[in-house]
């Protein structure tokens, strides 16, 4: 559904791991061995991935200024049990929260959580506002201000259901 670039950075897993579920058809990659084998999950931790999933999708509704689509385990109760460490740059000294080679899904979202903190580019990563949408996409507008994926889809949709409230 949407047409825009991918998230800079680690914040591309994030919107990835969200847009696994497609709303509108229902369809859920993660429910197949090449959609789990993209993000590095295993049958075993599906349960896992799809509560972070949803958790992920109601922090980008916030981001968007909209109310979670529905019950989910607060994110940052979901972040706090990921396993990170301080990796330090011996050239400059900088540091970053990193994942554990080989970490779980858990521990990736977490550490690109960090990365978009830490560059100011977290609160940009958003959530369509189309009830039957959701996608998760980077908000790459001077303003900060994008409310859907795709103007040309679900920003057309909702402008038109407006527009035939008005006339009837």
Do not use: F
């Amino acid at each position: 559904m949407n047409e825009r670039s991918a998230a800079p950075g680690a914040l591309a897993l994030v919107e990835s791991l969200v847009n696994t579920l497609d709303i509108e058809t229902s369809h859920d990659s993660l429910a197949t061995a090449d959609g789990r084998a993209r993000l590095g999950v295993a049958a075993e931790e599906l349960a896992e991935a799809r509560e972070l999933r949803e958790s992920l999708r109601a922090a980008l509704l916030a981001h968007a200024g909209h109310p979670p689509h529905r019950e989910v385990t607060p994110l940052g109760e979901l972040l706090s049990r990921a396993p990170l460490y301080v990796t330090v740059d011996e050239r400059d000294g900088s540091a970053a929260l990193a994942p554990a080679p080989d970490a779980p899904l858990l521990s990736r979202v977490a550490a690109a959580v960090a990365e978009g903190l830490a560059e100011g580019t977290w609160m940009r990563l958003k959530a369509c506002e189309a009830d039957d949408c959701h996608w998760a996409y980077y908000d790459r507008s001077p303003a900060g201000r994008g409310r859907w994926c795709s103007m040309q889809v679900c920003g057309a949709r909702a402008k038109m259901r407006r527009y035939r409230a008005k006339e009837g």
